[in-house]
C-alpha cells in the first residue's frame, strides 16, 4: 500500500533557530501534499496544501515566511519552520496524494513532534 | 464551506460491548466522508471511507461505519469492542461533487476508551 515517511520523528531545538522536517512518499508518485498541525487533544489543522512543482497554498492565518514549504519533487515535500519559538511545539503530520489514488484519498505521515526550547 | 462535528470528547465502553463513535457533517456538496484511528504520538491511520455506493462501509480491524444522507451522519460502528481499540478517532470529510484541491476537514476527536 501507499506509505508516507517523515524525517525526523522528534526534534528538539533552540529557540531562533530553523528546523526542516522531511516528507517522503515511498512508493508512489504524491502530486498534492498537505501539511497538519496538531496541538495536544485536539484535531489536526490543516497549514497548508503544496502541488509538485509549485507555491504552496497556505490557509487563512498561517505564516508562509514563517512555514517555508517546498515540494520539489514528486516523492517529496518539505516544511522549515523559521526562527522557531516555544508556541511552534507542536505534532507536525503530512499526508501526500497520488495521481491514481483512489477518490479522495490521502495518506498520513507518522508525524513529527517538535519541541522548541 | 464543510464541517464535521464529534459531539463526544470521550466514549468509554467495556471490552465486547459494541461500540458507537458519531459524527455529523456538513458539505456542499457530495459528501466523501472518512473514519481515521491516531495512537498516542503516531500519524493517522485510515480505517474506512465512504464515497458512493452501500451506506454501510466495512473497514480495517472489523470497524463499520452507516453513511445516513437525511440526518447527515456517519457515526463509526464495531460490534465488539477490544482494549486494543483504545484511541482517539477522527472523522473527516471532503466535498466530492467538483475540482478542488482535495482538502479534509476533520473533526475534534473522540477519545475512545475500551475497559477491560
Known amino acids: 500500500g501507499a506509505v508516507v515517511s517523515q524525517h525526523p520523528s522528534w526534534v528538539i531545538c533552540k529557540s531562533g533557530t530553523s528546523v526542516k522536517i522531511e516528507c517522503r512518499s515511498l512508493d508512489f508518485q504524491a502530486t498534492t501534499m498537505f501539511w497538519y498541525r496538531q496541538f495536544p487533544k485536539q484535531s489536526l489543522m490543516l497549514m497548508a496544501t503544496?502541488?509538485?512543482?509549485?507555491?504552496?497554498?497556505?490557509e487563512q492565518g498561517v505564516e508562509k515566511d514563517k512555514f517555508l514549504i517546498n515540494h520539489a519533487s514528486l516523492t517529496l515535500s518539505t516544511l522549515t519552520v523559521t526562527s522557531a519559538h516555544p508556541e511552534d511545539s507542536s505534532f507536525y503530520i503530512c499526508?501526500?496524494?497520488?495521481?491514481?489514488?483512489?477518490?479522495?484519498?490521502?495518506?498520513f505521515g507518522p508525524g513529527t513532534r517538535l519541541t522548541v526550547t | 464551506a464543510q464541517s464535521v462535528a464529534q459531539p463526544e470528547d470521550q466514549v468509554n465502553v467495556a471490552e465486547g460491548n459494541p461500540l458507537t463513535v458519531k459524527c455529523t457533517y456538513s458539505v456542499s456538496g457530495n459528501p466523501y466522508l472518512f473514519w481515521y484511528v491516531q495512537y498516542p504520538n503516531r500519524g493517522l491511520q485510515f480505517l474506512l471511507k465512504?464515497?458512493?455506493?452501500?451506506?454501510l462501509v466495512k473497514g480495517s480491524y472489523g470497524f463499520e461505519a452507516e453513511f445516513n444522507k437525511s440526518q447527515t451522519s456517519f457515526h463509526l460502528k464495531k460490534p465488539s469492542a477490544l482494549v486494543s481499540d483504545s484511541a482517539l478517532y477522527f472523522c473527516a470529510v471532503r466535498d466530492g461533487s467538483g475540482a478542488g484541491s482535495y482538502q479534509l476537514t476533520f473533526g475534534k476527536g473522540t477519545k475512545l476508551s475500551v475497559i477491560p
Open positions: 465512504y464515497i458512493t455506493g452501500d451506506n
Open positions: 503544496s502541488n509538485e512543482g509549485s507555491k504552496a497554498t497556505y
Open positions: 499526508s501526500a496524494r497520488g495521481r491514481t489514488s483512489a477518490a479522495a484519498e490521502q495518506y
